[in-house]
């Protein structure tokens, strides 16, 4: 009989968000953070974010995520759907009338590493019953995985028509600071247009370029403009949250040099292209939401 998993620790705020660490195979190196949370102002009747892990940890080593201090493998299919059975498990009735439910495979891990996430995917709508039911990937597009991402086209036409988010990390549009940022091999940004543009149907979501900016990282609209179709991509701008890792890198978003941003935002405006301003809520700082966080504060110093 497969093993269940055992809730470690949960915190936060409720009307923010809940972070839970679980606890798989009865193994400390087989820990996960999930994230029950919503988008204030907005009730979870409204908008509910489950965040689910599919990784232990993360190979990927980005340096601003804590979730790069260890990697000990993939989760299993039904791990992944245990996350989302534990978060719906908690709230009794709320999914069946949830405006927009949305799982989020963008918790520590990376999931374009993981062919199990295709199959929880795809077993998804049967797993929550919900009308309000989406499904969101975040991923740095790791070279050498091109068949996993033809699946999770396919998987997303046939299940999620119009309800699903796909969301490339892209952090910079400089190509060698890409490469410090993400430090794995990973798409460059013409092979992510290219995809994206076989990926996006008519009804769909935008396919959505993210941008975590740090002081000193390079954000040139031009590159984009040159590069991405705006009836395809949408452009995210998110703050860079505090991290134990990241402690190096300083927010333009919440910090001193927005103002700068506004010429650049604007370019891209004019241009007809979708802008997400995603400062979210402060409190979610302070509850220790960020991904690898809440393991990490488990621990007496960071795993080696």
Same mark, same amino acid.
Not at 108 to 135: F, H, I, K, Q
């Given at each position: 009989?497969?093993?269940?998993?055992?809730?470690?620790?949960? &915190?936060?705020l409720?009307?923010?968000?809940?972070?839970?660490?679980?606890?798989?195979?009865?193994?400390?190196?087989h820990?996960?953070?999930?994230?029950?949370?919503t988008?204030?102002?907005?009730?979870?009747?409204?908008?509910? #974010?489950? &965040?689910?892990?599919?990784?232990?940890?993360?190979?990927? $080593?980005?340096?601003?995520?804590? !979730? /790069?201090?260890?990697f000990? +493998? @993939?989760?299993?299919?039904?791990? #992944?759907?245990?996350?989302v059975?534990? /978060?719906?498990?908690? %709230?009794? +009735?709320?999914?069946?009338i949830?405006?927009?439910?949305?799982?989020?495979?963008?918790?520590?891990?990376?999931?374009a590493?993981?062919?199990?996430v295709?199959?929880?995917l795809?077993?998804?709508?049967e797993?929550?019953?919900?009308?309000?039911?989406?499904?969101?990937?975040?991923?740095?597009?790791?070279?050498?995985?091109?068949s996993?991402?033809?699946t999770?086209?396919?998987?997303? +036409? %046939?299940?999620?028509? /119009?309800?699903?988010?796909?969301?490339?990390?892209?952090?910079?549009?400089?190509?060698?600071?890409?490469?410090?940022?993400i430090?794995?091999?990973?798409?460059?940004?013409?092979?992510?247009?290219?995809? $994206?543009e076989?990926?996006?149907?008519?009804?769909?979501?935008?396919?959505?370029?993210n941008? *975590?900016?740090?002081? $000193?990282i390079?954000?040139?609209p031009e590159?984009i403009?040159r590069?991405?179709?705006?009836?395809?991509? !949408?452009?995210?701008?998110?703050?860079? @949250?505090p991290?134990?890792?990241?402690?190096?890198f300083?927010t333009?978003?919440? +910090?001193?040099?927005?103002?700068?941003?506004?010429? !650049?935002?604007g370019?891209?405006?004019?241009? *007809?292209f979708d802008?997400v #301003?995603s400062? $979210?809520?402060?409190?979610?700082?302070?509850v220790g939401s960020?991904?690898?966080q809440?393991?990490?504060?488990?621990? !007496?110093?960071?795993?080696?």
């Amino acid at each position: 009989m497969r093993e269940q998993y055992e809730v470690l620790a949960t &915190n936060g705020l409720p009307e923010v968000a809940l972070v839970s660490v679980l606890r798989f195979r009865g193994d400390d190196r087989h820990r996960v953070e999930t994230v029950d949370g919503t988008e204030p102002p907005l009730p979870r009747e409204q908008k509910w #974010i489950l &965040n689910v892990s599919t990784q232990f940890g993360c190979p990927v $080593g980005c340096p601003f995520c804590d !979730a /790069g201090w260890s990697f000990h +493998g @993939n989760l299993q299919a039904e791990e #992944i759907l245990d996350q989302v059975r534990f /978060g719906v498990s908690r %709230r009794p +009735g709320l999914a069946a009338i949830c405006r927009k439910l949305k799982v989020h495979f963008a918790r520590m891990g990376e999931p374009a590493l993981n062919d199990a996430v295709l199959e929880a995917l795809d077993r998804l709508p049967e797993v929550v019953s919900s009308p309000g039911l989406w499904a969101c990937i975040a991923t740095t597009a790791p070279d050498g995985r091109e068949s996993w991402f033809d699946t999770l086209r396919a998987i997303q +036409g %046939r299940r999620f028509p /119009g309800r699903f988010q796909l969301q490339f990390s892209v952090q910079s549009t400089d190509r060698s600071v890409r490469e410090r940022l993400i430090p794995r091999r990973h798409w460059d940004l013409p092979r992510i247009a290219r995809y $994206g543009e076989s990926f996006f149907r008519p009804g769909d979501r935008k396919v959505v370029l993210n941008f *975590a900016l740090a002081r $000193g990282i390079p954000f040139d609209p031009e590159v984009i403009l040159r590069g991405f179709d705006p009836a395809v991509f !949408a452009v995210k701008l998110t703050p860079v @949250n505090p991290t134990r890792r990241g402690g190096a890198f300083l927010t333009v978003l919440r +910090g001193s040099e927005e103002a700068v941003l506004a010429r !650049a935002v604007g370019a891209l405006r004019e241009r *007809a292209f979708d802008m997400v #301003i995603s400062v $979210g809520d402060a409190r979610e700082d302070q509850v220790g939401s960020n991904c690898g966080q809440a393991i990490l504060a488990l621990a !007496a110093s960071p795993p080696g």
